[in-house]
């Protein structure tokens, strides 16, 4: 059986386009010969929908949507397996296989319109519907629920209860939905669940899994996905499919990356990353191909291109702003607006103050015309120096501190505001991890904007992607890759005057930030000095009520600033 795998980018809410998309790769796939085309997990209402899912009306408009497509595909050769949410049990849904009763037992179905159901009952489920020519022939829902680091499912669906293979054509098949495929006690030394909906499957001899999936992207995960999967086809001795979403939604980016393993777990399909795509296999008799990945560099900058494009678009707007400071954070989110939404849709703006070099204002110049982006220059010496005269009296008595420092910050953001209101442009921050780490940025002032896209990038990766971005030829001028870091809001300031050097930090905020170790661990594993650790610790505490007000991150590795990562402000922490 020839088997399509359709990974497209939906938008949560926007059933007509995503149905639009759907219809048309199942189009494609019968053309090309496909028996079945498969789409990712919540495909029909985009993921994630977040609280979206405890209102009635979505729910409602998504079962609709369920018929639409039903409908749509009925004279088409190929069958559908797309991933809705639909209305559980206890918000009156009903389903094409028994019904999950466990959280509704005692209750009338219905939920009034507009109104909640009761603390600890699911509204909805997380469900895959296989339809062909116009008939449900199972509506399979998930089983595990992720509730951690940026999933919260456990808080919106109920879980299935049971897994039932389906035939097509006589062909067994085996539908789970993402999480359900990662809990094979022969890949995870610890594993989070007790039960393995997988091998519960294979309790009823299917032929081959199909996995439906929304797994969002960071570094080293495509090839993770890969191997435990290709551990569980070797395991049961039949092939697996995945068929991932792609695309930007908020802070998290889907990579795609769909694939095929045969019975043996060889690749034997390969769907292309960061990029809509369609592809065609008989897992069966498909010969295996080798892996064709990018390194984890070019990944990044792959994934914060397609995260920009998509959270600039889908929050509909064509045109952004960049404030180009001359330094190499600016220029890198410079270069990735470019290429994300076109030079022509990217501004420029330096903003000079007393304490910047001529340097800074011509590098900023070189680099918007490599990249062919409109440049404008508003010096704020004369704004600061308004400040500065109307506060005098306050301050009389005082010397000039981090105060004065971050005046000139917020004059920027003022003005970056100002042009955003007027061109009707969304700012991009320009912030990266380490700085967001250590609270070594301003709020209302470089921290303003709508989207905060190296913000999970440390410094050392930023130059990391940047080399890369060179590689062939220059689009970051040398001179920003060379200076030394500064902010420039002082004379001859550096940013090794306030902090560690990067090469130093950058280490300890991976360690802490990312993987949660203690300081005591993080000084022995790199030879630190105790107390240099306990330092950088202590600012990051001490950092947590800036990054509640930061702009959306746009997600790159295991662990971002955001909604995968949650901690009171307010607290008392012994470092």
Not at 386 to 413: H, K, V
Request: glycine share 8%; with cysteine; hydrophobic share 40%.
């Amino acid at each position: 059986m020839k088997i399509a795998l359709a990974q497209i980018d939906p938008t949560v809410g926007d059933f007509t386009g995503n149905l639009e998309k759907i219809v048309a790769a199942c189009r494609r796939a019968a053309d090309l010969g496909a028996r079945l085309t498969v789409f990712s997990e919540l495909v029909i209402c985009g993921y994630p929908p977040a609280d979206f899912l405890e209102k009635p009306s979505f729910l409602t408009r998504c079962r609709s949507a369920v018929d639409e497509l039903a409908e749509a595909t009925r004279e088409l050769p190929t069958a559908v397996l797309a991933g809705v949410a639909l209305p559980s049990a206890a918000a009156g849904g009903k389903s094409g296989v028994p019904t999950d009763r466990s959280s509704s037992v005692g209750l009338k179905s219905g939920v009034p319109t507009g109104r909640s159901l009761s603390v600890g009952l699911k509204s909805a489920v997380n469900a895959a519907v296989l339809l062909d020519k116009g008939r449900l022939l199972l509506e399979q829902h998930k089983r595990l629920l992720p509730f951690y680091d940026v999933f919260d499912e456990q808080r919106y669906f109920a879980p299935a209860k049971e897994q039932h293979v389906v035939e097509l054509d006589g062909l067994r098949l085996g539908i789970s939905i993402c999480e359900d495929a990662w809990n094979d006690k022969n890949f995870w030394p610890n594993r989070l669940y007790t039960i393995d909906p997988m091998e519960e499957l294979m309790r009823q001899h299917p032929a081959l899994h199909v996995n439906l999936s929304s797994s969002p992207f960071w570094h080293s995960k495509r090839a993770l996905r890969r191997e435990m999967l290709a551990a569980i086809a070797r395991r049961d001795g039949i092939p697996v499919l995945m068929c991932n979403q792609v695309g930007g939604n908020d802070s998290l980016i889907f990579d795609g990356s769909s694939f095929a393993l045969n019975g043996r777990g060889e690749l034997v399909a390969q769907a292309a990353s960061f990029q809509e795509d369609l592809i065609v296999v008989d897992p069966f008799s498909a010969p295996a191909i080798p892996a064709l990945e990018d390194d984890d560099t070019e990944a990044a900058y792959r994934a914060l291109v397609l995260g920009t494009r998509d959270y600039v678009r889908k929050c509909g707007f064509r045109k952004v702003l960049v404030g180009l400071s001359g330094g190499i954070d600016s220029a890198l989110v410079a270069a990735i607006a470019a290429e994300a939404l076109g030079a022509e849709n990217v501004i420029g703006v330096g903003m000079p103050s007393p304490y910047s070099s001529a340097g800074s204002v011509d590098d900023s110049r070189q680099l918007a015309a490599n990249l062919g982006i409109r440049f404008e220059t508003i010096p704020i010496s004369g704004l600061f120096a308004e400040y500065t005269q109307a506060l005098s009296p306050l301050f009389t008595g005082l010397a000039p501190d981090l105060t004065e420092e971050n005046i000139q910050s917020r004059t920027r953001g003022t003005l970056l505001m100002a042009l955003s209101n007027k061109f009707n442009a969304l700012v991009l921050t320009t912030g990266n991890k380490s700085e967001m780490a250590v609270g070594y940025c301003t709020l209302y002032g470089d921290m303003v904007g709508a989207l905060a896209v190296i913000g999970d990038l440390v410094k050392t990766r930023v130059y990391a992607v940047c080399y890369w971005l060179n590689r062939e030829r220059e689009i970051i001028p040398a001179a920003i890759l060379e200076k030394p870091p500064s902010a420039e809001l002082r004379p001859d300031q550096r940013d090794t005057d306030s902090l560690p050097p990067y090469e130093i930090l950058d280490p300890i905020v991976e360690a802490y930030v990312e993987r949660y170790e203690t300081p005591e661990c993080i000084a022995a594993a790199n030879g630190f000095e105790i107390e240099l650790v306990q330092q950088v610790v202590r600012l990051i505490e001490r950092s947590e009520y800036k990054r509640q007000q930061a702009a959306p991150v746009l997600k790159v590795t295991s662990k971002s600033f955001g909604m995968g990562r949650r901690f009171p402000i307010a607290v008392k922490v012994k470092v």
